[in-house]
């Protein structure tokens, strides 16, 4: 190996890879649906909220074993972590029309990225699924669906 290619190797390992930070992005998005802090899921997995956060950045990559560990956790496929990646990232027709298949892609026509991230959506989710009666939650449902604008 040339002293540059050893040169470059520990720059590219400071640096976030973009599917890492999509990953990362996805386990902060569940755990937040879930109401979860960052300590407890590193409970959860034998990690310090130091490491969660690391993976959240996309700063650290997460291994398989480790994605498989997450999955368990926050009770979500595998899948769920590259979901909505960019074609530019690797998101292909091919993962859109599995996500089509199962009945995901109609729903998220229309979203803005932005709107799932945003800290109102998050508490909207959170204190929806708090509602332990699942006819009142029903109703809630039909409510917002009723004074959202139709297309």
Do not use: W
Request: aromatic share 8%.
């Amino acid at each position: 190996m040339s002293g540059s290619e050893t040169g470059d190797r520990p720059e590219r390992e400071h640096r976030a890879s973009p599917i890492d930070v999509h990953v990362g992005t996805r386990v902060r998005l569940r755990r937040t649906l879930l109401g979860m802090s960052q300590e407890k899921l590193g409970e959860a997995l034998g990690l310090t909220f130091q490491q969660i956060q690391k993976y959240e950045r996309g700063v650290n990559r997460i291994g398989a074993s480790r994605l498989f560990d997450l999955a368990r956790v926050l009770d979500v496929p595998i899948g769920f972590f590259f979901d909505d990646m960019s074609p530019e990232l690797g998101g292909n027709a091919a993962t859109r029309s599995r996500a089509a298949a199962f009945g995901f892609a109609e729903g998220q026509e229309g979203f803005e990225d932005d709107t799932l991230h945003r800290r109102e959506t998050l508490e909207l989710v959170r204190a929806y699924y708090r509602i332990t009666d699942q006819s009142v939650r029903k109703r809630v449902f039909d409510l917002i669906k009723t004074l959202s604008p139709t297309d």
